[in-house]
């Protein structure tokens, strides 16, 4: 097989987030469409973790990716860029708690003592509890009793997938940090789900298309003209 027939065949290489970013800073603003489509899930769950509120996360989501783009220049590439952009997106959710709770502690005390708090729910009945799309259902108001911090490792750890140290890099803190705090979470945790779980983990708080298509649609008409400071 000749050269030119081997380089035929080759996969198109997927660019990275990172060099999607050098692009951005280059000039081509529209790749940033991309990075926000890659990155809705994450920054969804990130957010919804502390938030809690549906319309308060697509509003943050928003800020975070108009944040991102301004100080996208700052990004060095030290850390891998969703990463930098989950940080930049739990500040934003911090930030919001502490407007919505000026007179109240948010939740920095890491050693606290950990207690579920209560969400009104209907009372599901033994059939709907066997019901896949109804475990999920159950799992996520499970997640959402959690306090703040303790939703956002679960929400990274167990939801998102990602490894201890990722975990610990996006949270600033360190893998022991990060481990404690997951298996306290876990431990406030009914037993019994955990027998239950299966696939469901996987698909709890999904971003749908829908919801992504007017996110990214929303920032892209808030974007300036002229590119990212560098």
């Known amino acids: 097989m000749n050269t030119a027939v081997r380089q035929s065949s080759e996969v198109p290489q997927v660019p990275s987030d990172e060099q999607l970013v050098e692009r951005v800073l280059a000039g081509d603003s529209a790749v940033f469409e991309i990075l926000m489509r890659r ?3 994450r920054l969804y769950r990130a957010l919804r973790a502390l938030l809690r509120d549906e319309a308060e ?15 996208l220049g700052s990004f060095r590439g030290t850390a891998r860029f969703a990463t930098w952009l989950t940080q930049v997106a739990l500040n934003e959710g911090l930030g919001r708690l ?22 009104a729910t209907a009372p599901l009945t033994p059939e709907a509890v066997t019901g896949h799309r109804e475990l999920v259902a159950l799992l996520e108001r499970a997640i959402d009793s959690l306090p703040e911090l303790y939703r956002v490792v679960v929400m990274l750890r167990d939801v998102e997938g990602l490894d201890t140290g990722e975990a610990a890099e996006v949270l600033a803190v360190s893998e022991d940090v990060v481990k404690t705090r997951l298996s306290r979470a876990r431990a406030a945790l009914r037993l019994h789900f955990e027998a239950q779980l299966g696939s469901a983990t996987a698909e709890a708080f999904g971003f749908h298309a829908s919801r992504c298509d007017r996110v990214v649609a929303a920032v892209l008409a808030r974007l300036p003209a002229t590119r990212p400071q560098e």
Do not use: C, I, W
């Open 39 to 41: 990155n809705n899930p």
């Open 98 to 119: 502490r407007h919505r709770r000026r007179h109240e502690h948010v939740g920095h005390d890491f050693d606290e003592e950990l207690t579920m708090s209560p969400v």
């Open 57 to 71: 996360v697509e509003d943050a989501m928003q800020a975070t990716y108009l944040r991102a783009y301004d100080k």
